[in-house]
């Protein structure tokens, strides 16, 4: 398959094809009345009973406001219980209850179904080639991590119907699987990339703008949403700091004037293409261990995987242009 220069990057590629797993699976199990933050705690709970509710915010990159709505949400449906920690009053731990078991056998059950499609014309032996590249990656990017609770936490989110273990003390006892490494990659490689931006003095969201806007000049602000997965109120605060600062313009479209276009400004572009370079030149080192036949092997796949996730899921009108590219 040939694919376009920015989707030949492997940190993209990652990035995306998770965010595109967890998107077609949260669109399979609407009628379940489960948001993505919903299904994820669902799943991290059958991996991890009795896990606190500030690890689980850690481990599934979701802030403590919205996590907490999911976890009451689930509460009170029945489907999990929290319970104070004997060792520390002030921690709550969250567990699972027999009735969240039809829910998730369906989850189960729909996920395979998906996962099928997306992996039609794939072998035993390519799978676990993807498996074990990734786990390469996610070894480097372990060691490379800019903190020390992500260095120390490394366990993953579970995906519905397998089975995973990235806890560096249990990894011997349970069977990884590609799914749920490549979850932990994209992580990964988000915490990495958010202290460089940091650094920058960026948020992850307005870097993911202003990439978006690069890759397609002259969008208008529902596309950037649609593109990006950032709430409509959250994005238009966004892209008022970017202009006020300078990084981006909003234009009348010319055939509608009562819409807008945004562009990014002359300092902007000159900022992104040097930064990219280095962004890119972070990632290449990255993937140094695994040689670039390995590599390319891996984008191959990873690629497939992408385009049929983005073919069949009626959401998707264009690619999420990653800040992590």
């Not at 009628?31 to 606190?52: N, Y």
């Not at 921690?91 to 039809?102: G, H, M, N, Q």
């Not at 202009?243 to 807008?260: F, H, I, N, S, Y």
């Not at 590599?295 to 999420?320: A, D, F, K, Y």
Request: charged share 25%.
């Amino acid at each position: 398959m040939s694919l376009p220069d920015f989707e030949q990057n492997c940190a993209f590629l990652i990035h995306d094809t998770a965010r595109l797993i967890r998107r077609r699976f949260g669109l399979s199990i609407r009628d379940l009345q489960l948001t993505q933050a919903k299904w994820r705690v669902l799943t991290a709970l059958m991996e991890r009973p009795g896990i606190s509710q500030s690890e689980l915010a850690e481990r599934l990159d979701i802030e403590k406001a919205p996590l907490g709505l999911a976890l009451d949400w689930l509460e009170q449906a029945g489907w999990i219980e929290r319970k104070a920690d004997p060792a520390d009053r002030r921690v709550r731990r969250a567990a699972l209850l027999p009735r969240a078991e039809p829910a998730l056998a369906r989850m189960s059950e729909r996920f395979r179904a998906i996962e099928a499609n997306y992996l039609r014309g794939f072998d035993a032996e390519e799978v676990a080639q993807m498996l074990e590249s990734l786990q390469v990656i996610r070894e480097t990017l372990r060691t490379a991590a800019p903190t020390p609770t992500s260095a120390a936490r490394t366990a993953t989110v579970a995906t519905p119907g397998t089975a995973t273990a990235t806890d560096t003390t249990t990894a011997n006892a349970r069977t990884e699987t590609y799914v749920s490494v490549l979850f932990e990659c994209a992580r990964l490689l988000t915490r990495r990339f958010d202290a460089r931006l940091a650094e920058m003095g960026f948020t992850r969201n307005q870097w993911l703008v202003m990439n978006t806007v690069y890759r397609n000049e002259g969008m208008r602000q529902t596309a950037i949403a649609d593109a990006t997965e950032i709430g409509a109120a959250p994005l238009g605060k966004v892209i008022d700091a970017l202009q006020a600062d300078g990084w981006l313009e909003r234009r009348a479209d010319l055939r509608d004037r009562r819409a807008k276009r945004l562009f990014l400004t002359r300092r902007a572009h000159h900022l992104l293409s040097g930064k990219r370079q280095r962004f890119e030149q972070l990632h290449a080192a990255l993937l140094q261990p695994l040689g670039p036949r390995r590599t390319q092997l891996l984008v191959n796949s990873l690629g497939w995987i992408r385009q049929r996730l983005l073919e069949e899921s009626p959401q998707t009108t264009e690619p999420r242009l990653a800040g992590a590219h």
